[in-house]
């Protein structure tokens, strides 16, 4: 006997200004709770330190979580000089405690440039990437350290907002899988006093902006469900850089029982489509070298 789905179909975007001590599971429950939606998933945790722009995906938005986790990354952080901890930042056991060096706005500027560019970076212990099947963080936890090969990422550009009393505070542009903290903590090294990270607030995740999101407070004082359904983001805008097809409802009764379809195709020769017919968003299908659409990934959003 299947299990009884529990909450709501509800389908959309929600852009959380998520607050500082809380995990971006507990964030993301918060929401689902508010909504008392069925489903839902984030694109990309922050850490309980960490605060700022989490976009939560309700219901069927849950599908395009993956493209978004691909997005580029913005954030400002302050980092704390002549300071190391295990976890990369002041949440974590302090390791070792240096002075600060005389630093010049040449030598500072010359470091942060060395960082721009694509780089390789070794992933934190304290992250949630898995090693034979158990996150890290969980193996930091009981003092196991393993080895973790470095990754290339893409630091796009990185400029100082302000630099006093052993603080530094940065604006960072970078691509996915970036860790600010391991970037704090390699500055740090590279200027021979360590570093971690005090303060850090995500601004922006692809096309999305802080500027738009809500606080859980503020999205709990909407006076009626209606306010809250008129916040949702569509489904399909994060997926606005695919190209689009328009389809009959012939065709679209084919792709909805997962069927090829032939088109005219006016796009490259390959590659994903959005699907719609008559303003309703279908899904995702391939276009194939013989000029048909496989269907990919189907939205249920009736």
């Not at 694109?43 to 995906?57: E, I, R, W, Y």
């Amino acid at each position: 006997m299947a299990r009884r789905k529990k909450g709501r179909d509800i389908h959309g975007i929600v852009l959380l200004d998520k607050r500082q001590g809380i995990s971006s599971n507990k964030a993301l429950q918060e929401v689902k709770r508010l909504y008392n939606a069925n489903k839902a998933g984030h694109t990309g945790s922050l850490d309980p330190l960490a605060t700022g722009l989490l976009p939560v995906c309700l219901g069927e938005a849950t599908k395009v979580s993956a493209f978004m986790l691909a997005d580029d990354k913005h954030y400002q952080t302050v980092i704390q000089l002549g300071v190391m901890t295990d976890t990369g930042d002041v949440d974590g056991k302090v390791l070792e405690v240096k002075e600060v060096p005389e630093i010049t706005e040449q030598q500072l500027a010359s470091c942060l440039q060395s960082f721009v560019g694509e780089i390789e970076q070794v992933p934190p212990m304290y992250s949630a990437l898995k090693h034979n099947g158990k996150k890290l963080y969980e193996l930091a936890r009981e003092g196991i350290t393993v080895e973790r090969k470095a990754r290339k990422i893409t630091i796009y550009a990185i400029e100082c907002l302000n630099f006093a009393d052993g603080l530094l505070t940065l604006d960072v542009q970078c691509s996915k899988g970036t860790y600010i903290r391991t970037l704090a903590e390699d500055i740090g090294q590279l200027l021979k006093c360590g570093a971690t990270v005090k303060e850090l607030r995500r601004t922006a995740a692809g096309m999305f902006k802080l500027e738009d999101a809500l606080t859980i407070e503020q999205l709990q004082a909407m006076p009626a469900d209606d306010d809250l359904q008129e916040i949702l983001i569509a489904v399909d805008k994060p997926l606005h850089a695919i190209p689009a097809i328009n389809i009959s409802r012939s065709d679209a009764d084919l792709v909805e029982q997962g069927q090829q379809i032939s088109v005219a195709n006016e796009g490259p020769a390959e590659g994903m489509r959005r699907l719609y017919h008559e303003q309703q968003f279908l899904g995702l299908g391939e276009m194939l070298m013989n000029a048909k659409i496989q269907p990919r990934k189907l939205f249920k959003l009736n």
